[in-house]
């Protein structure tokens, strides 16, 4: 597999498992791109990739080895957890090698969260400076208490699982057991963010235009003078985050799962990753995978596994529209008579059959999507929507909505990577993998992660990127 293909797996694997964004795989670019992406202090993944690359000489990874990277990508992350955990005891003043009570306990992964949420690393000041963090996130962010009642019901939940494996006469806890509860901490926090993804998604839904998966602007800054609207984002991060549809530029709109799964949403808890909404489409995909169980199809075999798939807010079974069905069969005549499950053309036709859950795919290179601070950093434009753009669209707007949305289709195309089939000698040359070759390759992923790891962890970097007032 090359590199694009590897960084594309490894995303999809960590994104629909925790909800995790890597730095350096995350989607984005062109689709067949041929190298990870530049190599940069805090994208310690594409550094290994590029390593990886380097000591195999260009011949790709195979399954065996794919599997270790992923592995030292997660014990990258465990391994910051524990550090930072490390640094929540030295600041509260509590010693690794004590005995803590459930009351401590309780209260160090507390602030534990604190500093997960809110980006910040490396913490030595006291306790009195946690107590003032609560403060300021039960003002500013608002589900700050639902966060801790969910962390709270997952300690718990954490510690009983484990009940059968501690001594019935200790009933103290150590950092053991907080290291190991401060993880799963990690690995969850995702399906709890996204629970107000899905919330975001309703109230967009709401306010959509006839089933399209898009709200006019004129809807989507309609609530800007309430003190807890979500969507505030201005036209330029909108259109830069891919999720602004000017097609119409008399009634542009809001592209719903672009905007949903764009940087604007994300929090960033970790040096290595920043925690998504989860993809919705990418279960359907997944599901059309299974189904195939090949890397493309014919077009009768999409048309009957569609037919019969639903979604969050599309019923199955139903009917294919004629021109849905014509543009299928013209993907598969582009590529020969069948359809390649990871294009463009598919991603793109996927959106139209499910509009809310699966994101037009932009042509490569026509967006750049940034987080907040970046992009107001990089173009010295404001991340919020300003007054004028208020008057424009809605206090001042006379254009009426249309009557009906014709959702965009562009004929470009662009493949994850080439379907090339394999000799089956070849494939068996591919699957000897001896004992020794294995362990060279695990020496070298750890001598390659552990000294990017510490010079992360001693260089101080804080990675902060957070809307006010709201924890996505």
């Not at 919330?199 to 399209?212: F, N, P, Q, R």
């Not at 891919?242 to 808890?269: H, Q, R, T, Y």
């Not at 699957?431 to 020794?436: E, G, I, K, M, N």
């Amino acid at each position: 597999m090359d590199p694009a293909v590897v960084r594309y797996a490894l995303h999809r694997y960590f994104a629909r498992k925790y909800g995790w964004h890597l730095r350096g795989l995350e989607p984005g670019g062109a689709w067949n791109s041929s190298t990870p992406a530049t190599i940069m202090k805090d994208r310690a993944p594409s550094y290994i990739m590029e390593m990886f690359e380097q000591r195999l000489h260009g011949r790709g990874l195979g399954l065996k080895e794919l599997v270790i990277f992923a592995v030292t990508l997660s014990d990258l992350v465990h391994k910051e957890a524990v550090s930072d955990l490390e640094d929540v005891f030295a600041a509260s003043g509590h010693s690794k090698s004590a005995g803590l009570s459930d009351r401590a306990m309780a209260k160090l992964l507390k602030t534990y969260l604190m500093t997960y949420i809110t980006g910040v690393h490396n913490w030595r000041n006291g306790s009195m400076d946690f107590d003032k963090m609560e403060l300021t996130m039960e003002s500013d962010i608002i589900v700050w208490f639902d966060a801790k009642m969910w962390a709270e019901d997952l300690r718990r939940s954490h510690f009983h699982t484990k009940r059968s494996c501690r001594s019935p006469f200790v009933n103290e806890f150590n950092f053991d057991d907080a290291a190991e509860a401060a993880v799963e901490m990690g690995r969850h926090f995702g399906a709890f963010q996204n629970m107000e993804c899905k919330a975001l998604k309703a109230k967009l839904v709401d306010m959509e235009h006839g089933g399209s998966g898009r709200v006019t602007l004129t809807k989507f800054y309609s609530g800007c003078g309430q003190m807890d609207w979500p969507f505030i984002e201005s036209v330029d991060y909108l259109r830069n985050l891919g999720a602004l549809d000017d097609s119409d530029p008399l009634n542009p709109s809001v592209i719903i799962p672009n905007f949903l799964s764009s940087p604007s949403n994300c929090e960033a808890p970790s040096n290595f990753y920043s925690v998504c909404c989860i993809d919705e489409c990418e279960g359907l995909l997944a599901e059309v995978e299974a189904a195939v169980a090949g890397p493309s199809a014919t077009v009768p075999r999409l048309v009957d596994i569609i037919s019969n798939l639903q979604s969050d807010t599309v019923a199955a079974p139903r009917n294919l529209s004629v021109v849905q069905v014509t543009r299928l069969n013209e993907i598969a005549d582009h590529h020969g008579g069948r359809v390649p499950l990871h294009g463009r053309l598919f991603s793109q036709w996927m959106h139209h059959m499910y509009p809310r859950e699966c994101r037009f795919p932009h042509v490569a290179g026509s967006t750049t999507p940034l987080p907040r601070e970046e992009f107001a950093s990089k173009f010295g434009l404001g991340v919020e929507v300003t007054d004028d753009e208020l008057a424009q669209y809605v206090e001042n707007n006379t254009q009426p909505e249309p009557v009906a949305v014709t959702l965009p289709w562009s004929s470009a195309e662009e493949l994850i990577a080439s379907y090339e089939h394999i000799v089956e000698g070849d494939e068996a040359k591919q699957s000897r993998w001896s004992p020794l070759r294995l362990l060279a390759l695990a020496a070298v992923v750890v001598s390659t992660a552990f000294p990017v790891y510490n010079a992360r962890k001693h260089s101080g970097m804080v990675v902060v990127d957070k809307q006010e007032r709201h924890l996505v």
